[in-house]
């Protein structure tokens, strides 16, 4: 399958395809869960209507792991099998990972100082959460950093590679040592620990996050795909106008 | 072997040694990767007490005292150990007996003076009512690690 869609022309038909279903899907789900989330989900017994804020904080921070796996995986196909769309969908996701990573590290201060009493705190889940915004932001730099955008990529997905390390890290950290922050609430060995009723939300507001990505994944990569065509179609017109 | 399998292999390698690598120095480096410590970690004398540390448990059932001028005492306790602790300041909202605490000051004998006290949420979100019912039903114990047995934070 990864050989198939190696092809940008039939990956463009795929993303084509694919664009419309995605932008309906992230909107149905977006306005059922911020309904859900925001007016017909109770107050919770202890945050009170602070709460709601989990309804974007939860899913920016499972997006900012998410699109970090898809980043490193795009990233060491395109270097090891030398796939060309692959690095398109690696550079492509990058901001888009970014922003949902600094979407997460906003909510959470916000969140931060009505609860816990501080805006921040240099605990092992908040500070990984920070590297794994500077591995997006070192990325993106390293990837434009050369005259030369194959070496660019070259290097950036090294980088990127390199990052998974953080990956498990974040994931994990919460149950290696003290935190300020909570243990995980839903991914656990006895099943999730927050009530049905705001679960249900919480799920639906992932679901819509996880549509917005794919669609805007798509249209970054539709586009660049179309610039990288239109280059080398004005390139060969220079060059028949030459000859 | 042909090229794109050598540079898998080489990938592969690379990721399993860095894996490593960073396992060692997260192992190195715990006691300062550690967000607070546990008033055992205190009493067993692992942690230095001549520097500022963090403090973190349970504040204990019924020994929240409010003293002159805005200065609260109370105990925290990790189900084991117990140490009693100053502040002077506004709590958090969610500072309550029972809820998570870490608290931020200097061991002075054997009462600890915070600094700043920060309230820890734990991972149960629940509706008003079905906390109520819980407790009326007598399925109610506070602290997360007593709601959920097979995960107890204070035993860290």
Not at chain 1, 141 to 147: E, V
Request: proline share 5%; with cysteine.
């Amino acid at each position: 399958m990864f050989n198939y869609f190696a092809n940008p022309r039939r990956f463009m038909k795929l993303a084509t395809v694919l664009s419309p279903w995605l932008a309906g899907a992230t909107i149905v789900l977006a306005a059922a869960g911020l309904y859900l989330g925001l007016f017909a989900s109770p107050a919770d017994y202890q945050q009170g209507e602070t709460v709601r804020i989990m309804y974007v904080h939860v899913p920016a921070a499972w997006m900012a792991l998410f699109c970090y796996m898809g980043l490193a995986i795009s990233a060491a196909v395109g270097l090891i099998w030398k796939h060309p769309v692959a690095d398109v969908a690696a550079r492509a996701t990058a901001p888009i990972g970014a922003c949902f990573t600094f979407l997460a590290l906003l909510t959470g201060s916000l969140w931060g100082k009505p609860m816990w009493g501080a805006w921040w705190v240099w605990d092992a889940r908040l500070t990984s959460v920070l590297v794994l915004f500077f591995l997006y932001l070192g990325y993106m730099a390293l990837n434009s950093a050369f005259d030369d955008p194959q070496r660019g990529s070259k290097a950036s997905a090294i980088l990127a590679m390199v990052g998974l390390v953080n990956v498990p890290i974040i994931k994990f950290s919460v149950d290696w040592w003290n935190t300020l922050h909570q243990p995980a609430s839903i991914v656990r060995m006895d099943g999730p620990t927050i009530h049905p009723d705001m679960l249900w939300p919480l799920f639906l507001m992932i679901g819509a996050f996880t549509t917005y990505y794919l669609w805007v994944l798509m249209l970054r990569m539709r586009r660049e795909l179309t610039e990288t065509r239109l280059r080398a179609r004005r390139q060969i017109q220079a060059e028949e106008a030459g000859a | 072997m042909k090229r794109k399998h050598k540079r898998l292999t080489f990938a592969a390698i690379g990721l399993g040694l860095l894996g490593v690598a960073a396992a060692l120095v997260l192992t190195a480096f715990e006691d300062s990767i550690v967000f607070f410590h546990s008033p055992t970690d205190i009493a067993e004398g692992k942690v230095k007490i001549d520097r500022r540390v963090r403090l973190g448990g349970l504040v204990e059932e019924g020994s929240v005292q409010k003293q002159a001028s805005a200065v609260t005492a109370f105990r925290i306790t990790d189900g084991a150990n117990v140490i009693d602790v100053t502040y002077r300041g506004i709590l958090p909202d969610l500072f309550r007996e029972g809820q998570g605490v870490v608290t931020e000051g200097r061991l002075q004998g054997s009462l600890f003076v915070a600094e700043e006290v920060l309230a820890k949420h734990d991972e149960n979100y629940m509706p008003p009512e079905v906390a109520d019912a819980l407790k009326k039903s007598g399925r109610w114990q506070e602290g997360s690690d007593q709601k959920h047995p097979s995960k107890g934070e204070s035993a860290k």
